[in-house]
Structures are given as structure tokens and as C-alpha cells.
Nanobody, 125 residues
């Protein structure tokens, strides 16, 4: 089990940037594939970005490719999401999630057993 706590959300104007962080507890963080998901009101939770055991294994939803960057620091048990060129449609609650024993990050939320509480990101147009 790993416990996750997100931070860094807030209100930003369109075109601006935010950096989300996810602090993980436990000594086995490096053995989890990690993902960022988001959920807007009355919409399903959707995959945003994922990273494998190796920090070089990264995947992005088409809607954020080229604007968002996911990274992890296994020594500090942290996951980050740098979000640039934000758009109003990026407004959502953002969640970090952990998939134990997965080398590459799955894209379905059901494949993740551990979730943070979420952090609100609001982009004003």
C-alpha cells in the first residue's frame, strides 16, 4: 500500500502554468507505475499522463501532449505534473494514482489501487 497526497492546484488564467505534486509514503514507491487523472463535473475520470518505473517511460493523453510534463523522483517519493499553456477545458480535480507492480502505466483508472484525495485546478478564460 502507498498513500498519496496531492498539492499545487489553484486558480490560473488561460495560458498560465501550474505544477502539481504528489507525495507518496512507503518504501516501495519506485515499484509503482504512477498516473495523473482528472475529473471535471459530470464527466468521467480520464487519464492525463503516466510514468513507469523508469522516468523515461512517459505517456500522455492527446489533449495534453506537448503542454504537460510528468516526472518522478524516486529518491524523494514524489510525482509531479508540470502544466503549461493551460486552457479552460483543463479545469478539473486532478488525482495522482499508483499501480503496484506495473512497469508501464495503465490508462484505465480501474488498474490503479491507490489514489490521492485530489486537488482542484481552475483555469479562467
Amino acid at each position: 500500500q502507498v498513500q498519496l497526497v496531492e498539492s499545487g492546484g489553484g486558480l490560473v488564467q488561460a495560458g498560465g502554468s501550474l505544477r502539481l505534486s504528489c507525495a507518496a509514503s512507503g518504501r516501495t514507491f519506485s515499484t509503482y507505475a504512477m498516473g495523473w487523472f482528472r475529473q471535471a463535473p459530470e464527466k468521467e475520470r480520464e487519464f492525463v499522463a503516466g510514468i513507469g518505473w523508469s522516468p523515461s517511460l512517459t505517456y500522455y493523453a492527446d489533449s495534453v501532449k506537448g503542454r504537460f510534463t510528468i516526472s518522478r523522483d524516486n529518491a524523494k517519493n514524489t510525482l509531479s505534473l508540470q502544466m503549461n499553456s493551460l486552457k479552460a477545458e483543463d479545469t478539473a480535480v486532478y488525482y495522482c494514482a499508483a499501480a503496484l507492480g506495473r512497469i508501464t502505466p495503465p490508462k484505465g483508472p480501474r488498474d490503479y489501487a491507490n489514489w490521492g484525495q485530489g486537488t482542484q485546478v481552475t483555469v479562467s478564460s
